[in-house]
């Protein structure tokens, strides 16, 4: 297990940007391929990035795709997500997640380690 924490959430003007963290301890961290999800009032949880162990390789939703980027920095088990040229439509808790493996997933319930979720709020 890994335990995640998001920070960097909050309010933003439409075409602003923010960057999101995550904070892991516990297991070794380089091991985990880790994403990016958020929720919606109302909505299912949706898949945002994801990106490999050794962050040789990601995957953006075509919903962000140009705008976010998802990184990482091993050496201090934290994993970002940049947001740029957000949109009202942005507008959810963002929650990080952690799954062992080799190959990069989409479906929430191929995560097994979950922050408790940062609020990101774009107002028009």
């Known amino acids: 297990q890994v335990q995640l924490v998001e920070s960097g959430g909050g309010l933003v003007q439409a075409g602003g940007s923010l960057r999101l963290s995550c904070a892991a301890s516990g297991r070794v961290f380089s091991n985990y391929i880790m994403g990016w999800f958020r929720q919606a009032p109302g909505k299912e949880r949706e898949f945002v990035a994801a990106?490999?162990?050794?962050?040789?390789?990601?995957k953006h939703a075509d919903s962000v795709k140009g705008r976010f980027t998802i990184s990482r920095d091993n050496a201090k088990n934290t994993v970002y997500l940049q947001m740029n040229s957000l949109k009202p439509e942005d507008t959810a808790v963002y929650y990080c997640a952690g799954r062992g493996g080799l190959f990069l997933r989409e479906g929430p319930d191929n995560y097994d380690n979950w922050g408790q979720g940062t609020q990101v709020t774009v107002s028009s």
């Open positions: 990106i490999t162990g050794t962050g040789g390789s990601t």
